[in-house]
């Protein structure tokens, strides 16, 4: 489990680009975790309620840059890789500690490139040549690295904390509230 949140930040960080089957092992491990903790009709109300959490905070940040951007395109928002994400970690905590933790590791995630922005070379793992169709498309769509963050990198560091956390014996009650 935590080696896949530490495979989608390595490759968020260096590539901005996740290989799609890392958020599916960590989906199926989270939500393996939270059904061996709570049943699966418990699972199933806080995937729902989890469902519509992510939703709203999808339609917050669609509506903010269609207001900001005039020429708006959900994928300058988002990448589809914070998307999936988001899908993953939708099946990993109750709902109350869902909400609290994902608000948190977005306000996280926000400090930590703000930090590593302002330092000299902030990509953690240098830069990785991009294959010609890839570069295209970023040139063609003006998406560049210094106008994205690589946000399921960071939430997955953020996430890989929180179970540590929890395994070790902190904190008991991620799966109940």
Known sequence: MIASLLAIFYQDQKERMVDWWFFLIGAIGLAILHIQKIGFLQFGI?????SLCVLLCLLVVASYTKMKIPTYKFTEAFALGDILFFCMILVSFGTM???ILLSFGMILSLILHSVLK???????FGAVPYDILQREYREKNIISEEHTAPMAGYLAIFFAGVLLIHWLGFYDHLYLM
């Open 46 to 50: 806080h995937i729902s309620m989890n």
């Open 118 to 124: 302002k330092m000299k070379g902030y990509k953690i």
């Open 97 to 99: 500690n869902f909400m």
